[in-house]
């Protein structure tokens, strides 16, 4: 009997080395047949449980592009491609630069449906008094879009299964990628994102705007001034929902009933939407710049809204929606911090970002209250009395707050947060976000986030998806920097080749 368990246990750990990710697929209630057809990467489970994936090498000649430098442009020509409901307040964005000093030109317009790139080009770009954008359309409109040789940038603002082929086609073809979020959909996607930016030596970014949210800005801009000590823990989250949305995302034809966005969280589990959570925790937290996530658990609920969702759309009972309903994501970094995310577009609650920072000597909380608790002893406030008295048990009274956000407004609010509210986009973060990328762009300096900040936050669908089909196994976050994540001492925002905020 003991040699009989001796031998299945060796059959089984022979079953575990490198499986393709969908042998083991053992997701919400009743569904165990169903397929993440996205995620193919090969992993295999160490003898410590953990669970590894294949990283690719790096090709021979490729080098890191940590603070990429590209040549500055005079005019940063752009080309737009998806024109749902994201993208053209992207492109009416843009027609602002011009009040804030930088030059662009929007040169062509991409969507799938040719009324939508016709209706923006009247509607935003004549209306703006700009020249007319040459329009294109199609599944694959964006290859000649991509094609031209009189576009620096293309700005991809389509349904996620279309991310990654626009920007592997604009970075080939010598343009730079700027990709909404989340950018890519799978390890294999994150791969090949970094891989052809290395090659290209192109900036292939995310469109994070809640990196650039005024909260966010403001204790970014405290945390790198060490107001909270050492930061060890941070938390972000995604929970809007979109039960106002669903009905409006693009259907690829007249059969399609669920439309992209819920198709794809019915056939994917996993945190699909992580990266307003965990990008401006990471960068508080200096991931890839001095620390790196190393490990990371998932755990979700049941799916029971999804699955009602597309049993309403569809008339048809659904057993086999992946993504549950509510998923939440721990992650620890190499220098022993750790960071919760979650995501839930599904039930009924107030919008949450959460966006909380635990420090050593203070904490900070954007959702559902805003509010920054210190010890008084470690707060030098301008013109506040009292400060001194300062306890961490409550959150800072009101005047204190305002004078804490006053003294460490980030500089970037200062230049442009007046115009930002003005043109708006979720608040102004949108505009501050676009303003950044065509300022480094034109001057020719390290954009904000790079491929590898791509990588990280993206890739907590598949690698969520793996450990909770594995029991919540503890499963290795790979380092996309392939070596080089402490090359760079903390996370900066360069102003000039040798400033930064
Ligand atoms: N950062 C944010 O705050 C934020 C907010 C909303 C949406 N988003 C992101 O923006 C993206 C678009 O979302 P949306 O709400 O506009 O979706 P949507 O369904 O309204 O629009 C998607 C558009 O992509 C177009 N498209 C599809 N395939 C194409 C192709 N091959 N070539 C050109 N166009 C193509 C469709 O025709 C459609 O117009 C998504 O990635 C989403 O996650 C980000």
């Known amino acids: 009997m003991k040699k009989m368990n001796y031998l299945l246990a060796g059959a089984f750990a022979m079953m575990l080395s490198w499986c393709p990710v969908q042998s083991t697929s053992a997701a919400n209630e009743g569904n165990e047949t169903a397929l993440n057809y996205h995620f193919t990467t090969k992993w295999k489970r160490g003898k410590d449980g953990v669970i590894r994936t294949v990283v690719p090498k790096r090709e021979k000649g490729q080098e890191d592009v940590l603070e990429l430098k590209t040549p500055a442009l005079k005019t940063v020509r752009v080309g737009f491609v998806g024109l749902g409901m994201r993208g053209p307040g992207a492109v009416e964005r843009f027609t602002h630069m011009k009040d804030v000093g930088l030059n662009v030109q929007i040169v062509a317009l991409c969507d799938y449906e040719e009324g939508r790139a016709k209706g923006v080009n009247e509607n935003i770009v004549k209306k703006a008094g700009l020249p007319a954008a040459d329009i294109y359309s199609g599944a694959e409109g964006y290859k000649q879009l991509c094609e031209r040789n009189d576009i620096d940038l293309v700005y991809i603002a389509t349904d996620w299964n279309h991310h990654v082929p626009v920007a592997l086609y604009a970075m080939e073809h010598g343009k730079h990628a700027a990709i909404e979020v989340p950018s890519a959909m799978s390890l294999k996607d994150c791969w090949d994102l970094i891989n052809m930016s290395e090659k290209t030596r192109k900036h292939c970014i995310q469109l994070e705007n809640c990196c650039y949210d005024f909260f966010e800005l403001n204790t970014l801009n405290m945390a790198k001034k060490g107001l909270f000590g050492e930061v060890i823990r941070g938390e972000g989250a995604y929970i809007h929902d979109l039960s106002d949305f669903w009905a409006y995302y693009w259907k690829k034809d007249k059969n399609d009933k669920l439309g992209w966005r819920l198709e794809y969280n019915k056939l994917h589990r996993g945190d699909v939407y992580a990266t307003h959570g965990l990008g401006p925790v990471a960068q508080a937290m200096d991931i890839h710049r001095g620390d790196r996530l190393t490990t990371l658990v998932a755990m979700d609920t049941k799916s029971v809204i999804g ?15 992946q993504n549950g309903d509510h998923t939440t994501t721990l992650l620890r970094t190499e220098k022993g911090k750790v960071i919760e995310i979650q995501h839930n577009v599904m039930t009924p609650q107030p919008y949450n970002r959460k966006y909380q920072l635990t420090g050593t000597k203070g904490f900070a909380n954007k959702y559902p209250v805003e509010g920054y608790a210190l010890q008084g002893k470690e707060v030098k406030l301008d013109g506040v009395p009292n400060h001194e008295n300062l306890s961490a048990h409550g959150f800072l009274p009101a005047e204190a707050h305002q004078a804490l956000v006053k003294q460490y407004q980030h500089p970037l609010i200062t230049e442009v947060g007046e115009k930002a509210k003005n043109v708006g986009g979720h608040g102004g973060m949108d505009f501050i976000m676009d303003y950044r990328m065509v ?30 089909s594995n029991g919540c196994a503890p499963v290795e976050v790979p380092d996309f920097t392939r070596g080089y994540w402490n090359k760079i001492d903390g996370f900066k925002m360069y102003k000039t080749e040798n400033t930064w905020y």
Request: charged share 25%.
């Open 439 to 468: 300022y480094c762009l034109q001057n020719g300096l390290p954009m904000d986030f790079d491929v590898y900040d791509l990588a990280e936050w993206c890739c907590l669908a598949e690698l969520g998806y793996l450990s909770m």
């Open 307 to 321: 699955k009602g969702l597309v049993e309403k759309a569809t008339g048809k009972e659904c057993n086999d929606f």
